[in-house]
Nanobody, 120 residues
């Protein structure tokens, strides 16, 4: 069994910063890609940023230059540093991982979500 646990969400004023963390635990052999998605009320879930096991990254155009995704492979943890936050960044942020389990199969996993609210 694999679990992804997010932390770091909260309420911040526009222009402020937050750092999200996501720790993966359980029957993990290796983690391939990790990512952050977000879902605002009434909208579809969208990719915010992704990072491969080798450290290659990609970002949604809306967050380029403001958000930084990183990971600590030794800790099976990923991070999202969010700077210059805007009210339109308000959403529930979800951690995602594509990984191989110790049982030998590849599967995708999601965290429970953490609320980020940016006030104007």
């Amino acid at each position: 069994q694999v679990q992804l646990v997010e932390s770091g969400g909260g309420l911040v004023q526009a222009g402020g910063s937050l750092r999200l963390s996501c720790a993966a635990s359980g029957s993990i052999f290796a983690i391939n890609a990790m990512a952050w998605y977000r879902q605002a009320p009434g909208k579809q879930r969208e990719l915010v940023a992704a990072i491969t096991s080798g450290g290659s990254t990609n970002y949604a155009d809306s967050v380029k230059g403001r958000f930084i995704i990183s990971r600590d492979n030794a800790k099976n943890t990923e991070y999202l540093q969010m700077n210059s936050l805007k009210p339109e960044d308000t959403a529930v942020y979800y951690c995602y991982a594509l990984l191989f389990t110790t049982g030998g199969y590849e599967d995708t996993y999601w965290g429970q979500g953490t609320q980020v609210t940016v006030s104007s």
